[in-house]
């Protein structure tokens, strides 16, 4: 089994704050560095330091042979990764001293997907693999459908959160994963509860409360908790966990060891500033699950 990532690739800009600016306030960082990121991408390295066989489709500008190079090093097979005239997206992530974080996206690269090329990706799959997506390229709804017509698992993170991004794919999804907030926004613009969004699973990370899984098939729920620790930087937080929950699945765990695995990972990730270069590997949880 496999996982086939429909991702963003961005390079992050990192400054540390004393606290976010006020609007017209102009403030002095404390810090800043570059580094490997975008949804994406964080959902590709965490699943892969996880343990599993993971394929990213994406693009990055020419000029970025870095970008492939440092995702490859943390074993993804970039394969199906294009280089496009243009830039490679990029984040600004501001970082206040609570580990808090406000980041602005130029999505660049990652909404000049070309549909032959993803297609022909996605045609390698087998019906055991997966397919994961979040809201930073274009191409979604295309790539679920033919993915849910081979058989494959689609698992859709619904951020950043958009109301007709989510409408759209929604028949094609098997696994709907939103935070609280997003599933409370959802709810309300579809006018329904969580157990009659039209999806065969939901699942909501609950941030240091860990998370939540609910079969809408069966009614089936499952809740985790997270670990307490001191958190650094919360950015790809929610990633590390979907990643990880990702390859537990491909992996063969059931849902409720591939949640508690995911919310370990979750929680030592947020203990480290970065994102997909902080990200930790299936040894690291496992050290800090016996810890």
Not at 37 to 60: C, D, L, M, P, R
Not at 76 to 101: M, P, S, W
Request: proline content about 5%; overall charge negative; charged content about 20%.
């Amino acid at each position: 089994m496999a996982i086939f990532n429909l991702g963003s690739v961005n390079i992050d800009h990192f400054y540390m704050l004393p606290h976010f600016p006020e609007p017209g306030e102009t403030l002095s960082a404390t810090g800043h560095k570059l580094g490997l990121g975008g949804k994406g991408t964080n959902q590709s390295v965490a699943a892969a330091k996880a343990g599993a066989e993971v394929f990213h489709i994406g693009a990055i500008g020419k000029k970025d042979p870095w970008v492939r190079e440092r995702i490859e090093s943390y074993g993804v097979n970039c394969k199906f990764l294009r280089e496009v005239d243009g830039e490679t997206g990029h984040a600004v992530i501001y970082v206040d001293q609570q580990g808090e974080n406000m980041i602005v996206l130029d999505p660049a690269a990652n909404v000049k997907q070309d549909s032959e090329f993803v297609i022909e990706a996605i045609d390698q799959a087998k019906p055991t693999d997966t397919l994961l997506m979040q809201n930073e390229t274009n191409l979604q709804p295309q790539t679920a459908t033919f993915a849910l017509v081979k058989g494959m698992r689609v698992i859709y993170s619904a951020a950043p959160f958009s109301i007709s991004a989510v409408k759209d794919l929604i028949p094609d999804v098997s696994i709907l994963v939103m935070n609280s907030i997003e599933a409370a926004q959802l709810c309300s613009a579809m006018g329904v509860s969580l157990e009659q969004i039209p999806v065969p699973q939901v699942m909501v990370t609950l941030g240091s409360k860990g998370a939540m899984w609910r079969s809408n098939e069966t009614g089936e729920t499952i809740e985790v908790s997270s670990p307490k620790v001191t958190p650094v930087d919360t950015t790809a937080a929610g990633d590390t966990y979907i990643g990880y929950f990702a390859a537990g699945l491909d992996l063969g765990m059931p849902v409720k060891a591939a949640m508690e695995w995911a919310v370990q990972a979750a929680a030592l990730k947020v203990t480290r500033a970065g994102t997909a270069d902080a990200i930790p590997s299936a040894n690291e949880v496992k050290s800090f699950r016996a810890a």
